[in-house]
């Protein structure tokens, strides 16, 4: 109260007076409010700000936090959320970065998704993971790579597709490169993801896209490298798997032939 007043005067929005005899009203603490003004209702202490919200001193009502930022109950200041989190406006704690994003700056109002060929299966994190070799991601906010099916290959880190093994080699599931096929196999374009045995009657070299008929006056087995050449008294047309002897009343006395003399 005022010296020489005959009444005393109510504190004003912002102010409490918590004991009597005051001189003075005293100004809300940080993080507290007072919100009845003068002539109206004077109050004996302030009022926590409730979470979400938060005040200076001296304030009448609380200030709802803002976005990218948190205010637990009580608070003075907003606080910004920390890498790998994120909030709307009014929360009282921010919250953490969903599967599949993640946020590498402080005070950020949401999370930016994975792009493709980066993944992340956690929450809160500051930022996505590269896809290894073997792997690829097609898609934005992916929550893991997928493994390259057999037949293709990601030589690169953080693929966003897999490539198909050239004609003449493959490779196994999540492979980082292709095989080249071995002599007497082979693998055409666009194989599943083997390399086949050459069929009886044929053969090749490694890293062949198909397989060559065996030539004439000699034996081609399932698998062959090389094609075997036919002894004297026997012949094969090309194609042959296997050599077949002169009949009777003919002969061949020179080797790899497809006849016999009479």
């Known amino acids: 109260s005022n010296s020489g007043a005959s009444e005393c005067t109510w504190c004003q929005e912002g102010k409490y007076a918590a004991k009597e005899g005051s001189a003075s009203c005293i100004q809300c603490d940080a993080g507290k409010y007072q919100p009845y003004a ?4 004077g109050s004996t202490s302030c009022t926590v700000c409730a979470a979400g919200s ?4 001296g304030a009448a009502t609380c200030t709802k936090c803002p976005a990218g930022s948190e205010c637990p109950e009580g608070s003075s200041n907003p606080t910004p959320c920390s890498k790998g989190t994120f909030s709307v406006a009014g929360l009282s704690k921010c919250m953490p970065c969903r599967p599949g994003s993640s946020q590498n700056t402080v005070g950020q109002t949401s999370c930016n998704l994975c792009v493709p060929g980066y993944a992340q299966d956690g929450k809160g994190a500051y930022e996505c993971e590269k896809c290894e070799e073997g792997q690829y991601s097609d898609q934005y906010g992916a929550k893991s790579c997928s493994t390259c099916a057999a037949g293709k290959y990601s030589s690169d880190e953080a693929a966003s597709t897999c490539k198909t093994c050239p004609a003449g080699s493959s490779s196994g599931v999540g492979a980082a490169g292709c095989g080249e096929c071995k002599a007497g196999s082979y ?3 666009g194989h599943p993801h083997d390399c086949h045995v050459c069929p009886v009657g044929t053969f090749s ?3 062949a896209s198909a397989c060559a008929t065996c030539p004439a006056g000699h034996r081609c087995a399932a698998g062959t490298v090389s094609p075997i050449a036919c002894e004297p008294g026997s012949m094969a047309a090309a194609g042959s798997s296997t050599c077949t002897s002169c009949p009777k009343g003919r002969y061949q006395k020179a080797r790899k032939r497809d006849y016999c003399d009479k």
């Open 38 to 41: 003068e002539g109206e209702k």
């Open 205 to 207: 070299a490694a890293g």
């Open 54 to 57: 938060y005040s200076s001193r």
């Open 187 to 189: 693998a055409d374009a």
